[in-house]
């Protein structure tokens, strides 16, 4: 099993930054990429971005692209999403999730352990 804790949500105003943060600890070694999704009142859960552990390959939805960028410390077994330019469209759940295959997949059903979420605010 993998734990995974997020932190670093919270309110900020339009264009403003913020930077989360995801803990994993358990079988961390069995986990090849690391996600962030988020989920906002009535809708789907979204992916957002990803980051294969070993190699440092990253992938980005396409509203996101340019202003978040998906970065990891492996030997903290951390995971960090920061943002910039934030806005209120980006108000959502954040959630980390992790997988245990080797290719980088969109879609929540791709991904094995999930985080309770952080919770993002971004006024206008």
């Known amino acids: 099993q993998v734990q995974l804790v997020e932190s670093g949500g919270g309110l900020v105003q339009a264009g403003g930054s913020l930077r989360l943060s995801c803990a994993a600890s358990g079988r961390t070694y069995s986990v090849y ?6 989920q ?5 859960r979204e992916f957002v971005a990803a980051i294969k552990r070993n190699s440092g390959n990253t992938y980005y939805a396409d509203s996101v692209k340019g202003r978040f960028t998906i970065s990891r410390d492996n030997a903290k077994n951390t995971v960090y999403l920061q943002m910039n330019s934030l806005e209120p469209e ?3 759940v954040y959630y980390c999730a992790a997988d245990r295959s080797q290719r980088i997949g969109v879609s929540r ?3 094995d352990y999930w985080g309770q979420g952080t919770q993002v605010t ?3």
């Not at 990429?33 to 988020?38: E, L, S, Y």
């Not at 906002?40 to 789907?44: C, L, S, T, V």
């Open 33 to 38: 990429v690391m996600g962030w999704f988020r």
């Open 40 to 44: 906002a009142p009535g809708k789907e």
């Open 90 to 92: 980006d108000t959502a």
């Open 109 to 111: 059903h791709d991904y």
């Open 122 to 124: 971004v006024s206008s």
